[in-house]
């Protein structure tokens, strides 16, 4: 399947009816949601409510659990990306990833922007460098490694290495960009820059953010979903959530009643 790209719809994704099991324990139930263009949607609820096994939802990686069964429909630019049809590796090219824990590859700065490039079969010096090049920028990380692009990527600090792998998923030209907790393991300050980084790259692609930083995602987001075992208990623009739930579950879990 070949996903072609339309711009003539405000939705980068569309979820419908989305249920998920491993093996037989089912982790989401019948979650419908929209996920808007160059938008920040984020995704909040207490540990193990299915944020992170839905935004993996989102781009299959649930497909390398064992056991994981989907049913519904998950649409990127109005195809089903568990379709008969749908190439896996061209979805998780369109939709990218980003993990908890920055996990660049051992290798150095400039070859972990050029690895997927290079898969996807650019061989060009010229062009790999102008990937290196803009990748790194697009993720605010250039003039802090421009002149040591062959130091091994794992000296740089937490925050830098999470900004890297952020590059490495820009390098790949994606439309959408999953970010699951990508400052949980930062201090405030490389939060800060991450928190700024999305909002900028929001501008280019549409962003989806796990968080269990409700702050973080009033600051940032322009829509939130409210996951609670594994149902979308409410989903609305961001201000609407925080400042007029309409489901008691929301209510309770923004005021701290439990967590």
Same mark, same amino acid.
Request: glycine share 6%; hydrophobic share 40%.
């Given at each position: 399947?070949?996903? @072609?790209? *339309?711009?003539?719809? &405000? %939705? ?7 249920? $998920?099991?491993?093996?037989?324990? #089912? ?29 993996? @939802?989102? *781009?299959?990686?649930? &497909? %390398? ?7 519904? $429909?998950?649409?990127?630019?109005? #195809? ?31 070859? *972990? ?147």
């Amino acid at each position: 399947m070949v996903i @072609a790209l *339309n711009e003539n719809t &405000d %939705l980068a994704m569309n979820v419908k009816n989305l249920n $998920l099991w491993y093996g037989k324990n #089912q982790a989401l139930f019948d979650v419908s949601m929209p996920i808007r263009r160059n938008k920040i949607t984020a995704l909040i609820g207490p540990s193990g409510c299915g944020k992170s096994t839905l935004i993996r @939802a989102f *781009n299959r990686m649930n &497909d %390398l659990v064992d056991g994981c069964r989907v049913e519904g $429909l998950v649409e990127y630019n109005g #195809q089903n990306i568990y379709g008969p049809e749908a190439d896996v590796l061209e979805v998780r090219t369109r939709i990218g990833m980003i993990f908890q824990s920055p996990n660049p590859f051992p290798m150095t700065i400039r070859d *972990n922007i050029t690895y997927g490039p290079k898969i996807h079969g650019i061989k060009d010096q010229k062009k790999l460098d102008k990937i290196v090049e803009e990748s790194l920028r697009k993720a605010a990380l250039w003039d802090e490694v421009k002149d040591r692009l062959n130091t091994y990527a794992m000296k740089l600090s937490g925050g830098q290495q999470q900004r890297l792998c952020i590059a490495r998923a820009l390098s790949i030209n994606p439309d959408v960009l999953l970010m699951d907790e990508p400052t949980s393991a930062l201090d405030p300050l490389a939060t800060k820059k991450i928190e700024e980084l999305a909002v900028q790259l929001a501008e280019e692609y549409t962003v989806v953010i796990v968080t269990h930083n409700m702050q973080q995602a009033q600051r940032i987001a322009d829509y939130t979903a409210f996951m609670y075992l594994g149902e979308l208990a409410e989903f609305g623009e961001t201000e609407q959530i925080f400042n007029d739930p309409k489901n008691e579950l929301t209510k309770n879990y923004i005021h701290g009643v439990f967590s």
